[in-house]
């Protein structure tokens, strides 16, 4: 991929300043971005073109730069974050610190390989340990418990589809971090960050919060355009979206701050798009319920009835990786009607099949 050289730094979002990124401008479009004093956006671009790029936020500090979710280990991924650096002065051998939200490769795996080259630390959730020991096993299949739960969901066409699949990343990436972190403060040159512990998209996801800057440094947790997946990890927990919708309510408790995501523009409140989401779900949770007072279904038979990304497609016109993300989603709503009495599960030859109640 060859993309322009970006020239200037782009305001995108000052504190105090009455703009938000002008919706007309691609939010992936390369550059650096003001987001705050000190506080800068650099898209980097990610092979998957349906997520475009990812968002590092680089936080230039008196005794060095932080970097929050440095993306994934590419070489347009590490030519486009030095350049960055570059034209704030920086170099990447400045960079000592990177903070990552989630175990997921486009955020992960190029803080590793910065750590290789200029020796950063690594923080990482710890309660991503156990899903970073899976990925690491060249033995343990990338999708292997999506396939395990497909077979459940009754999509073994879908599994054999999927039998083979790679994410494309050298295993040995996923080293481990330097820090594990939890619910803690992580102390900066001139600022202190709050880790937050917000499981869902991942078990040990975790948003950063400036609480004296007014940021929520969100990773995959709230994302503007999309909604997150649910449970993409090697060690899926019982109830992601239980867990998500709790990590929601979570983060909506806390006073409102301008949301910092991993992938979109910054937008000027975490509540207005939390509100949405929640909004979003309650509304799937409905759809999801209704075709079951018809007649008992198996999660895939539900996906296959509901539409899918903002674009609203039929079940079938997705891609394997997304048909299985929608049938596993789809799961994850099933069994949350369940634990609400809405819903009762009933496993025969282990394949889960749903009614209402
Ligand atoms: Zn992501």
């Known amino acids: 991929m060859t993309t322009p050289r970006a020239t200037e730094i782009v305001r995108e979002a000052v504190l105090g300043a009455p703009e938000e990124a002008d919706p007309a401008w691609p939010w992936h479009r390369p550059g650096v971005y003001a987001v705050a004093p000190g506080v800068f956006r650099i898209p980097l671009p990610l092979p998957d073109a349906g997520l475009h790029s990812v968002n590092a936020y680089v936080l230039d500090e008196p005794d060095g730069v932080v970097v929050v979710d440095p993306g994934q280990a590419t070489p347009d991924g590490r030519e486009h974050l030095a350049r960055g650096l570059e034209m704030l002065g920086r170099h990447p051998r400045q960079v000592r610190r990177c903070l990552v939200t989630h175990v997921h490769r486009d955020h992960y795996t190029r803080a590793v390989e910065l750590r290789r080259e200029f020796g950063p630390s690594v923080a990482l959730g710890r309660r991503e340990q156990r899903s970073l020991a899976l990925i690491a096993d060249p033995a343990h299949s990338v999708v292997g418990a999506q396939l395990e739960l497909l077979l459940r969901c009754g999509a073994t066409g879908l599994a054999r589809e999927l039998a083979d699949a790679d994410d494309g990343v050298p295993r040995d990436l996923y080293e481990e971090p330097d820090t594990w972190i939890g619910d803690e403060e992580v102390q900066l040159g001139s600022r202190v960050l709050r880790a937050i512990p917000t499981p869902g998209h991942t078990r040990g996801h975790l948003v950063f919060r400036d609480e004296l800057s007014g940021l929520l440094l969100a990773g995959d ?19 992601p979206l239980g867990d998500y919708l709790r990590s929601l309510a979570l983060v909506r408790a806390l006073p409102d701050t301008w949301l910092l995501p991993a992938h979109g523009h910054v937008t000027r409140s975490v509540h207005r798009r939390v509100d949405e989401l929640q909004e979003h779900h309650a509304h799937r949770l409905e759809e999801t319920v209704a075709p079951l007072l018809e007649r008992t279904s198996t999660a895939a038979e539900v996906a296959s009835h509901l539409r899918w990304t903002r674009r609203r497609r039929a079940f079938e016109d997705l891609g394997p990786f997304d048909r299985m993300l929608a049938v596993l989603e789809t799961r994850s709503h099933l069994d949350v009607l369940v634990d609400r009495g809405r819903a009762r599960r009933v496993d025969e030859d282990g394949v889960e099949r749903y009614a209402g109640v």
Not at 224 to 239: K, L, M, N, Q
Request: aromatic share 6%.
């Open 221 to 239: 947790h709230v994302l503007p355009h999309i909604t997150p997946s649910i449970g993409f990890e090697p060690d899926v927990p019982a109830r």
